[in-house]
């Protein structure tokens, strides 16, 4: 049996308890349950399945980070004066750095199998699968919702800027409700970068909450949240309402039947709007999450407008879309399995 064929068994254990509820006078257990059900399992077949990719992405994303020990409380006026001979401090330095060479995803790819090991492509994968339980349910749930609330009762229809105000605000939702899985997944995918001695070695992510907990409290399972949540909306906009816009007027215009092709072209192309607009958010992001706060030392980065402008002081514009390409080697998969896993769940469980 497949991984496939036992998320559908499971999924279909699920919703029966949720028949069961419900025929038993329990529905308030269950109000909206089932998009809530049948998107996170497809989002955690989607989310495994492309994990890889993801990483890679990640380290893209780190490469030529700059690695200075910042100033102690540095004043945050000074991020927007030019470098002056004389008075140039840890900030400044970085904007007098040479722009780091350029790496692809399958350089960094070969580079971490032969340096780390196959099994490092998976590193962070129970982060993964936490995050797509948290994060993905609940926005893919939520969007369902908002969709059926937001429908015309008349007409049945379902506008464009509904579609995207839905998605604004079931990513937004979802994202903080998934973040500590976020910053945990972030961090045991940058590990294995480091040098052997400055690397945190979670050993899963239950151990990587706990340990972030101690160490640098429980607000640091929420560092980047603002973050988090800008680019799931972003995402969850582009993504899901596009995915429907798309699809419909592939129906309507008769282009194809509502099969797996119809799915697969609808969720390419909304995979790729995802990834053109949520890139340069998911940089910072990125960089934020995986910063390491030294006793005694300011942070690397006060927030996010501060690793913008660092960023791109340092690498220039386009390092706001580092890991492109994985990105959209990933996203493009990510949506295309997970719409289609989707819509197959759907089939399969209509009639429990």
Known sequence: MGVIDLVLVEAIKVKEVLRWLKETGREDMVVESDSFVEGGIASIVAGAS???????????????????????????????RPAMPGNISAVHSIHLMDPPPRVGPVSIGVNIVRTEGVAALFSGVSATILRQTLYSA???????????????????????PKKIAAGLVAGGVGAAVGNPADVAMVRMQADGRLPISERRNYKSVVDAISQMSKSEGVASLWR????????????????????????????????????IGTHVAASFAAGFLAAVASNPVDVIKTRVMNMRVESGAGPPYSGALDCAVKTVR??????????????ISRQGPF???LFVTLEQIRKVLKDF
Request: hydrophobic letters at 40%; glycine letters at 8%; a neutral charge.
């Open 50 to 80: 492309t994990h890889p990719l993801d990483l890679i992405k990640v380290r893209m994303q780190l490469h030529g980070e700059p690695t200075l020990t910042p100033p102690i409380n540095p004043n945050p006026s000074s991020l927007f």
């Open 138 to 160: 609940t926005r893919m749930g939520l969007y369902e919702v908002l969709k059926q609330k937001w429908t015309d009762p008349q007409t049945g229809n379902f506008t464009l």
């Open 224 to 259: 980047g949240s603002a973050l988090t949540v800008n680019r799931a909306m972003i995402v969850t906009a582009s993504q899901l309402a596009s995915y429907d816009e798309i699809k419909e007027t592939i129906l309507k215009k008769g282009l194809m039947n509502d099969g």
């Open 314 to 327: 340092a690498e220039g514009v386009m390092a706001l879309y580092k890991g492109f390409i994985p990105t």
């Open 335 to 337: 949506t295309v399995v």
